[in-house]
């Protein structure tokens, strides 16, 4: 079974039609609607989709390491935003999230030696 073909169910669960479910920026745009409206495992299920829909998008992983910041889950972000930029290594969006990331990380004091 393809990835695309897994997703079919998947969506039909949620209450989603393959239809309806369309490209990647509709996924896209539904996992943010599911992400402000607190449903956090939908949104990455549906920015995963995306991911699924449109691999050569680098907006697809953007998206997901948006949701994965948000939560407050800066590694699985940075990946995210690192598959980006493997897809473009200039892709603006993903350069400030990573440095977003590295502004918002603090370094842990408590296992530092003095």
């Known amino acids: 079974m393809t990835p695309r073909l897994f ?3 998947v ?3 949620l209450g989603l039609t ?6 990647a920026s509709s996924l896209l745009s539904r996992a943010h609607a599911a992400e402000r409206q607190g449903n ?5 299920l549906l920015a ?4 699924v829909a449109d691999p050569a998008d680098p907006a697809t992983y953007i998206g997901l390491g948006d949701i994965y910041a948000q939560a407050g889950d800066a590694e699985f972000a940075r990946n995210s935003y690192e598959k980006a930029l493997d ?3 200039q892709q603006p ?3 400030k999230a990573i440095a977003a990331l590295g502004k918002s990380e ?3 004091t408590a296992s530092a030696t003095p």
């Open 7 to 9: 997703l079919v169910p």
């Open 11 to 13: 969506l039909l669960f």
């Open 18 to 23: 393959p239809a309806l479910a369309g490209p």
């Open 40 to 44: 956090t495992q939908l949104a990455l």
């Open 48 to 51: 995963q989709s995306a991911i």
């Open 87 to 89: 897809i473009d290594p």
């Open 93 to 95: 969006a993903a350069l």
């Open 106 to 108: 603090k370094p842990d």
